[in-house]
């Protein structure tokens, strides 16, 4: 999670530097073309400039409510955000780890799901040797929780 804060974070100031800097100058340098009527630059960097503030809200407000996350809050002893789970698949007889984060961080192919995907949301709350049913487009699929390391375990 201290990773996606810091992107939102890089993010930000990347956008802000464009915002104040780099978009203004545009803006100048076309309005000093004339006619702002028939003008392309100019409205097109001010159709940037609109995309970059809403972009910028949007970041803002992401890195807030990730600023109000309680890790005191994020359970021990089950599944919670950011925990590694480890999981028997009854359906296939494989064990599949993943690891739940928020939706930006989230990368099926590195085992990295969302808190909000199906497996996701079946695996909160739950602890070792519980069994879940997860229903998936392909059908319904039953996993058993072998291993947990939460949040609050995890060194890195």
Same mark, same amino acid.
């Given at each position: 999670?201290?990773?996606?804060?810091?992107?939102?974070?890089?993010?930000?100031?990347?956008? !802000?530097?464009?915002?104040?800097?780099?978009?203004?100058?545009?803006?100048?340098?076309?309005?000093?073309?004339?006619?702002?009527?028939?003008?392309?630059?100019?409205?097109?960097?001010?159709?940037?400039?609109?995309?970059?503030?809403?972009?910028?809200?949007?970041?803002?407000?992401?890195?807030?409510?990730?600023?109000?996350?309680?890790?005191?809050?994020?359970?021990?002893?089950?599944?919670?955000?950011?925990?590694?789970?480890?999981?028997?698949?009854?359906?296939?007889?494989?064990?599949?780890?993943?690891?739940?984060?928020?939706?930006?961080?989230? !990368?099926?192919?590195?085992?990295?799901?969302?808190?909000?995907?199906?497996?996701?949301?079946?695996?909160?709350?739950?602890?070792?040797?519980?069994?879940?049913?997860?229903?998936?487009?392909?059908?319904?699929?039953?996993?058993?929780?072998?291993?947990?390391?939460?949040?609050?375990?995890?060194?890195?």
């Amino acid at each position: 999670m201290l990773d996606l804060k810091k992107k939102l974070e890089e993010e930000i100031a990347v956008l !802000d530097m464009e915002l104040r800097v780099e978009l203004p100058r545009e803006i100048a340098k076309a309005r000093a073309h004339g006619d702002l009527s028939e003008n392309a630059e100019y409205h097109a960097a001010k159709e940037r400039q609109g995309m970059v503030n809403a972009r910028l809200g949007q970041l803002r407000a992401r890195l807030r409510t990730l600023s109000m996350v309680d890790m005191s809050r994020i359970p021990r002893d089950r599944v919670g955000l950011g925990s590694w789970v480890t999981v028997l698949d009854l359906t296939k007889d494989e064990e599949v780890t993943y690891q739940l984060l928020t939706s930006e961080e989230a !990368d099926v192919a590195q085992g990295r799901i969302s808190t909000t995907s199906p497996i996701g949301k079946a695996l909160l709350g739950k602890q070792v040797g519980d069994t879940v049913k997860v229903l998936i487009p392909g059908g319904t699929r039953e996993m058993e929780i072998t291993k947990l390391v939460t949040i609050h375990d995890d060194p890195a």
